[in-house]
């Protein structure tokens, strides 16, 4: 077996006990990297030789006999809109095409003081702004199962690494589904924690009350490692929780007794595909035959969702992307192209009122550095946060996502963990719905309720396509019940294969 087929949980304990070197894993990924990522794009920036310096740097540690952190020097792919301190954090936009930040996330400090090798960014949809990685300024992603599909997004690349066997383990983020509708194309396992259970410090700002930073990895084993080292407190981001982190990596094994399960039954219906829903189906009786109760659950206002979520999401974006002003840092357009400009206006109409020259930086700068998308996220947002239309559009957003939080209390009190698909539909085509934003935010059905309600969710692999595509089960649970959906996706997966199939490359 190659050293990259082997789970993270594996290679730690092969680095652990001598049998390999940190530096030797490392290698193996960058080779893998270098053959195959020319066809997939999963990366946006990979130094080998950083990289193979900071493995040999955690082998020398354990040769002089130090403690080595929990994370051994496995390698961890990087989402590109968490800032890594002196090395490019673009969010694939080409605003921040050269921007360099002068600190670290605190995810990745802790990934560093974890002793986690960053293999490398990966790519997204700009700003974190859509589910096919296709908006993405840099290039296109493709989906290791089949290179012609979206790999998902927005962390497309983070999923599709993983997939690939370019790394064992990724951090991705999810703001309405970006981790988990990924992990659903492209076969692996996602988890988007609680809001506030990781801290957001130096995860470039989507929409801040819906934004989490997560886990990509094989299989849910995988991610209890790379979760626990990125969980818990910080005081640099006032939202996160001071809820005592469990330790992911020892209960993830343990069997849940009595486990009471609910099917969502507005996603199991109308609008979701009948590959995905036969799967979905297929999952059920595993867990009954592990001894679990599945009763179905309604979520009535679970139809509101992505109408609430379109008008939250974008609303905070406004707010959050009117940093992005050229002064400070970030692109700028072309001054003496711009001045020359104002000059030719100027003579062209001497007693007309001209634009001062830093309203029109401002203006050239943004229209030229954001993309269709993210400007389209813009304006909606201003539009609905507008003298006017607050009212109408935002207050009554924040009021709807109240009521899909009761939605979610009221399943909690009837069962432990709430079952559906992670994804309306099969991973579609390159180019499919580029066009018609509208159809791509219809992908996010089942997702954004998890966001709009702050509780945790996963995203496992649970069956294939007759053509030969992944499908992902979401597994949903209470605030903090991050434990509980591993231990159960586990469970699922200790009698299951389809996390353990591999796509076909070269
Ligand atoms: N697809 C959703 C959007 O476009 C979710 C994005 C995300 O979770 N970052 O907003």
Redesign the pocket.
């Given at each position: 077996m190659s050293i990259c087929a082997h789970s993270a949980t594996e290679l730690k304990n092969k680095i652990d006990s001598g049998e390999l070197s940190s530096a030797q894993v490392c290698r193996a990924f960058l080779d893998q990297i270098e053959r195959l990522d020319e066809k997939i794009g999963a990366f946006i920036q990979v130094d080998p030789d950083q990289v193979l310096r900071d493995a040999e740097a955690i082998d020398q540690k354990r040769l002089r006999g130090e403690t080595v952190g929990p994370l051994s020097g496995l390698p961890v792919a990087i989402k590109d809109n968490l800032c890594t301190q002196g090395q490019v954090t673009s969010c694939a936009s080409k605003m921040l095409a050269n921007f360099r930040p002068p600190y670290d996330a605190t995810v990745i400090a802790k990934l560093r003081a974890a002793d986690a090798v960053l293999i490398g960014k990966t790519n997204l949809?700009e700003f974190?702004?859509?589910?096919s990685t296709e908006n993405s300024a840099v290039k296109q992603t493709a989906n290791p199962w089949d290179v012609n599909r979206v790999p998902g997004?927005?962390?497309g690349g983070a999923a599709a690494c993983v997939a690939a066997k370019m790394a064992p383990l990724s951090l991705g983020?999810?703001?309405?589904?970006?981790?988990r509708?990924p992990a659903a194309f492209c076969g692996v396992t996602g988890l988007k924690p609680t809001y506030g259970r990781v801290s957001r410090y130096g995860l470039v700002a989507?929409?801040s009350s819906?934004?989490q930073i997560g886990p990509i990895a094989a299989n849910a084993g995988d991610a209890a490692l790379l979760l626990s080292a990125i969980a818990g407190h910080d005081a640099l981001d006032s939202t996160s929780s001071p809820e005592a982190v469990p330790d992911y990596v020892d209960v993830v094994s343990q069997p849940l007794t009595g486990l009471k399960i609910g099917l969502v039954s507005e996603h199991h219906g109308a609008g979701v595909d009948s590959e995905v829903l036969s799967a979905v189906d297929q999952a059920v009786k595993v867990f009954h035959s592990l001894g679990a109760e599945v009763h179905e659950v309604s979520f009535p206002h679970s139809k509101y969702g992505i109408a609430a979520?379109?008008i939250i999401?974008p609303s905070e974006a406004s707010s959050n992307l009117a940093r992005f002003d050229s002064a400070h840092y970030g692109y700028r357009t072309d001054e003496a192209t711009m001045m020359a400009e104002l000059a030719a206006e100027k003579s062209a109409n001497p007693k007309g009122e001209a634009e001062s020259p830093l309203i029109r930086m401002y203006r050239k700068s943004r229209a030229e550095g954001f993309g269709t998308?993210v400007k389209r996220?813009i304006m909606l947002g201003t539009y609905a946060l507008s003298a006017g239309y607050y009212d109408a559009y935002y207050l009554k957003a924040l009021k709807v996502r109240r009521l899909i939080r009761q939605d979610y209390d009221q399943a909690f009190q009837q069962v432990d963990l709430v079952l559906g698909p992670s994804t309306p539909g099969l991973p579609f085509c390159l180019g499919e719905m580029a066009d018609d934003p509208l159809s791509?935010?219809l992908?996010?059905l089942c997702?954004?309720g998890a966001?709009l309600a702050g509780v945790p969710s996963i995203s496992i692999p649970c069956g294939f396509s007759k053509s030969g595509l992944p499908i992902g089960l979401q597994l949903q649970g209470p605030a903090f019940a991050e434990a509980k959906l591993l231990q159960a996706a586990h469970m699922f997966q200790s009698q299951t294969d389809w996390h353990q199939r591999h796509p076909e490359l070269p």
């Open positions: 949809d974190a702004m859509g589910g997004g927005s962390s983020t999810d703001t309405g589904g970006s981790i509708q989507f929409a819906l934004d979520y379109y999401a998308e996220r791509m935010y992908q996010d997702t954004v966001n």
